[in-house]
């Protein structure tokens, strides 16, 4: 055998061995790829209904949603509503009723002063703790004079 049939025969051994393993690597390709392909198609079938209901609760939560906006517009519509009533009423009854009840008090504590206080007799005063009342002095002076 002459050198230039032991290279040819040692090429075709590489080419022999490298087909193989290009085969081994393009089986394996094909497994993975096989394997790839039903992993899709099997999250393709479980994410289809997945979408389906995340659609669905979405179109509810905007349908929830226009319900709340429309019951706050309507509170909010109340609330302008009770504010302005509170101050038409307060300001159309408010005045009247507080002169009113100022003149009912008066009135009671004129009577209950006609009736409690004797003739002649000088009006009750109030005492101020820690004072000495310009009318509780007289009143010492008029019994003092009156025992002497």
Partial sequence: MSGGEVAGILVAVFWAILVSFLAVALARLAQTLKATTKLVAD???????LLADASEAVRSAQTQIDRVDAIASDVQEV????????????????GPLVKVAAFGYGVRRAMGRREDEPAGKAPRRTVIVGRTVPSARRAKRNTRDKKD
Avoid at 43 to 49: I, L, R
Avoid at 79 to 94: C, D, K, M, W
């Fill in 79 to 94: 609330t302008s509503n009770a504010s302005a009533l509170s101050t038409t009423v307060a300001s159309t009854f408010g």
């Fill in 43 to 49: 999250v393709t079938d479980q994410a289809v209904p």
